[in-house]
């Protein structure tokens, strides 16, 4: 049976699927033994979910979905939408159905909306501090495996663009390539030969550019330029191709880097290290 929310869909992503085997993980093959030695099979429970801190929302839907799961008819209020900024004490989620269910899913469903939640409120103060309409925030690879489209899903809940998804979505030479192919311009054409149409290209000097634009770059990666290197870098690309600026990018960093004119900047830290933010689920009994 689906548990899906109708309006919540993520391509390439099978929610059900997801949901059933973290379920699977957690109860193991007895269940939860405490709920079902102490809690009567037909009590009820009202819950409700709030932000303890000032967070970005994001993973309601699939909260929702692992109580869906064990109690199909489980009645669901969500009046904080995805991507939405929720001050301290918001009310995100109201719950009522049946207590067991609710309890053995509660903390798979936490897990869920704290980690997605804190990613997109990590990435919302990126795009805050960058503090400008021209840079675009760009996420990158380094995901949990087996959790990057719900990951980088939280990262444009927090008004980030998602870079490549997958190793197939763009070639991506980076300085080992170059090492292997022998220089920038080899590497790129050797891309280009392939039919490779999008060809993202890591410098990490300024006398590499022409190279790389020469053989077909379409997109320059500007790995560990400081600012000022990096302000020289887009004046001589001149808006011919993108260009990105990666590499130890910090919340105290990122303004200046992108006032240097860089049309994207790149932050690993939003999916690999994001800190999951304090969200309850408090339930009462229904008499």
Do not use: C
């Amino acid at each position: 049976m689906s548990v899906t929310s109708p309006d919540f869909a993520l391509a390439g992503f099978d929610l059900d699927a997801f949901v059933a085997s973290t379920l699977a993980e957690d109860m193991g093959e007895g269940g939860d033994i405490t709920s079902a030695a102490v809690i009567p099979a037909d009590a009820m429970f009202e819950g409700v979910m709030m932000s303890r801190e000032p967070i970005v929302a994001a993973g309601l839907p699939v909260a929702a979905a692992f109580f869906r799961a064990l109690d199909p008819d489980v009645a669901i209020e969500m009046p904080v939408g995805e991507g939405a900024r929720a001050p301290a004490r918001t009310v995100l989620m109201r719950l009522r159905g049946r207590a067991r269910a609710l309890l053995t899913t509660e903390r798979s469903a936490l897990n869920t909306v704290q980690h997605l939640s804190g990613i997109a409120t990590l990435t919302r103060r990126h795009v805050d501090a960058i503090a400008s309409g021209r840079t675009i925030l760009l996420d990158t690879r380094k995901t949990i495996p087996g959790l990057r489209v719900l990951e980088k899903y939280a990262t444009r809940m927090g008004g980030a663009t998602n870079h490549r998804m997958r190793l197939d979505d763009a070639a991506m030479i980076k300085d080992n390539h170059v090492a292997v192919a022998g220089d920038v311009g080899e590497a790129v054409r050797r891309a280009a030969a392939a039919g490779i149409g999008r060809i993202i290209v890591e410098v990490d000097r300024i006398d590499q550019i022409e190279p790389a634009l020469a053989a077909g770059a379409t997109h320059l990666l500007l790995d560990n330029m400081d600012p000022p290197t990096l302000r020289g870098a887009v004046t001589l690309v001149g808006g011919r191709v993108p260009t990105e600026a990666s590499g130890g990018v910090t919340l105290e960093t990122i303004r200046d880097i992108a006032a240097t004119g860089v049309t994207y900047v790149s932050v690993g830290r939003l999916t690999q290290s994001a800190p999951a933010v304090d969200i309850g689920l408090d339930f009462s009994a229904v008499e």
